[in-house]
């Protein structure tokens, strides 16, 4: 590695984001990534190994907001965590849950520190490519989306897509354990929804991940937080439904797949994402959203169209938690943007109570 960079030339917005996301995870179910997230924001701030792998949001350039659409801090756990579960890291697995560590982090600084220099490489490609979660908890605020589309389309058969698929996951969530008590533990929303069949599912991503691999399940529970026992619980249960429910995963961009698309008399097409769309460019999303709009235009009583994704919204201001919200276009029943729902970002749960 390099000598770094100077604590005080660029890295304040770094600097906000580290300590911000670090306190993010330490209270939403990872003490453990609290406490190695202020190790690596105070190594950033003496300009050590952890500034040099983070040089790509750091300087005057770089824009507050990029920093936190791209989650580095998210990204450079996912990498620490895969070496971990590979059993590379050894040292570093004795901090961490998933594997059975059980030292105290406070001790971890010395050890994490070695790990950015010994693995360099591995970990600059990760911080490549944005996290592949397709976070299972999601299914919460996507099934409900997909309840209100059944009432309104009196359960006509689903053609479900899904933009940022990555392993797929959610394009299962019918057949996830979703509800009040179960392990995705979350109400759903009142509305009188008829049985209904979800008859397709293609998910793009410009990286998808083949969930019944080794590989592929190996990158998904790297994005996990390693101490969030619930989390790890759910992904598991969803990679044994992925084994025994079908779906076609495409390396395609999220406007491209939505292009691609065609509507079908006697369905409903269904679009739907999560969490996803910080990671897209504004050309990227501008062409998307058009997509999306002709399909609406296209669509008929017959052949229909609805739109959900649930997504970061507004910012809600220094120390306010930033909630997500479950959003729901429809057509041709002119329902557009309506917010029907809100959850924190991991989705569970989900307060339906929402005004729209």
Aim: proline share 9%; glycine share 10%; with cysteine.
């Amino acid at each position: 590695m390099t000598g770094g960079h100077p604590p005080d030339v660029g890295t304040g917005p770094l600097l906000a984001y580290l300590r911000s996301q670090a306190a993010y995870c330490a209270s939403h179910g990872s003490p453990l990534y609290g406490v190695l997230g202020g190790f690596l924001a105070d190594d950033v701030e003496a300009g050590g190994p952890t500034a040099d792998l983070l040089a790509a949001w750091i300087g005057p350039q770089v824009r507050p907001e990029t920093i936190s659409d791209d989650v580095p801090l998210l990204r450079l756990f996912g990498g620490l965590h895969r070496l971990v579960l590979a059993r590379q890291a050894p040292e570093l697995a004795l901090y961490f849950p998933s594997v059975g560590g059980t030292a105290d982090p406070a001790g971890a600084r010395p050890v994490l520190l070695a790990a950015l220099t010994t693995h360099e490489r591995v970990l600059r490609q990760t911080l490549e490519r944005p996290p592949q979660t397709n976070e299972v908890g999601r299914s919460a605020p996507l099934l409900g989306g997909l309840a209100h589309v059944a009432g309104w389309t009196g359960g006509l058969p689903v053609r479900l897509f899904e933009i940022g698929t990555s392993g797929g996951l959610n394009l299962r969530a019918d057949r996830l354990p979703v509800g009040p008590g179960q392990l995705i533990d979350s109400p759903l929303p009142a509305v009188v929804a008829p049985p209904y069949e979800v008859v397709e599912r293609i998910g793009g991503d410009l990286f998808p991940v083949d969930a019944e691999t080794t590989q592929g399940r190996l990158i998904l529970t790297s994005y996990v937080w390693p101490d969030d026992v619930r989390r790890l619980e759910r992904l598991r249960a969803a990679l044994a439904v992925a084994v025994d429910v079908p779906a076609q995963l495409l390396r395609i961009g999220a406007a491209d797949l939505v292009e691609s698309i065609e509507l079908r008399p006697g369905m409903v097409t269904v679009l739907w994402h999560s969490v996803m769309w910080q990671y897209l460019d504004a050309a990227e999303r501008a062409r998307t959203l058009a997509a999306v709009a002709a399909l609406g235009a296209q669509a008929s009583a017959s052949a229909r169209f609805a739109y959900v994704r649930f997504e970061r919204g507004p910012d809600p201001g220094a120390d306010r938690p930033w909630r997500h919200e479950v959003r729901l276009s429809s057509w041709p029943d002119g329902v557009v943007d309506l917010l029907i729902g809100s959850a924190p970002a991991h989705g569970v749960p989900v307060d339906w109570s929402t005004v729209a």
